[in-house]
């Protein structure tokens, strides 16, 4: 009876094991699926490596990465939060607060922040200067009037901590609630040291890799090397004996699926940014094998200046979302084998969007 056992829960597991294989072959032939995975791993690693910021906020004073981040739109983000404006005060008032503190208590103190005021304390050498000659006196300060001390100091840690772990929060939640990626660029590696020891982490990681090796695997066919170039149902109906026809059909059906789709509210809004770049636009996308169109992307010319740059980024958004609603195609096939394609149309913008 032991015996039966065995082999049944043998036979089980080799299921199993192959069930996972024909799984995790069928995802590494469509790499339009794995792309999204790939999106969605990137993303639950932002939220992670946030949070794991987060939590470290509280437990000690580690806010230095997001206090100094120059980046205005996630300022603008941070400033929406409903404590942004009464945490702020707060601080205002903790900092005033200690610093009439060191001022009655420490003349000196109160010497050299007036000296440096009047000179130009924003210059690098003379906050150095200032650093030298404060942090002895403040230790100073710290030994004469202990208990002061730590009563101004620790009210004006916990309103600092107050006021960024809400910003914090604030920014994961609102990148959370719309499902996207949140910018975690700005994290430096003392920020996130101890993170691989997290449940769920490594694991993240290494599927991450995984999913990029098999892209890297996944090599899409250019159009005009295809045997069978990918088709609308309506193109396939015409009988060409080239495939250089079929190919012209299809771009024909692009273009024309561009010019009914493309927002005219987005074109409105951005009429300087697109009078800044050339008149013609090169687009490159792929069809995997299913049929559907994705990762759009644009030839972008290597003298942008930076606002175009960033308006490539809008437009790439723009044709992307656009795609999502194109009938999906008859897959392109080399010597009878579904294949993915890469392939292009030029637009011109005075045709298009005038």
Known sequence: MKKILFFISLLVLASCSSTKKTHSENKRTNSSELKKEQEKIERELSYFKLSYYIENINKK???????SLKDKNIQSIIRKSPNYLTLRKNWKKAIEDFAL??????????????LYKKETDKKLKNRDAYKREYFPLRRELKSKEPEKFKFYNNNLIENIKAKWFDAANYLLNHYKSQNLKAPVYWLKENDLIGIENKSNYNELIEELSNIKKNIQNIKPIWIGSVTTTPKTKK????????NNKYNECF?????????????????RRNKFEL????????????????????NIRIVKSKTLPKESEEFYKKLENE?????????TLIPGKNKDKVVEVNSGITINFKKFFN
Not at 251 to 267: H, P, T
Not at 319 to 327: A, C, I, L, V, Y
């Open 101 to 114: 503190f060191e001022e009655k208590h420490s003349p000196e103190i109160k010497r050299i922040k007036d």
């Open 319 to 327: 044709f992307s979302e656009m795609f999502k609603t194109f009938e």
């Open 235 to 242: 193109c396939a109906l015409l009988k060409f004996r080239y």
């Open 251 to 267: 771009q024909n059906e692009v273009k024309s699926f561009i010019q009914k789709n493309i927002d005219k509210d987005f074109i």
């Open 275 to 294: 009078k800044n770049i050339r008149n013609k636009l090169v687009l490159f996308f792929t069809i995997d094998k299913k049929g559907r169109i994705y």
């Open 61 to 67: 004073l580690n806010i230095n990465s997001l206090s």
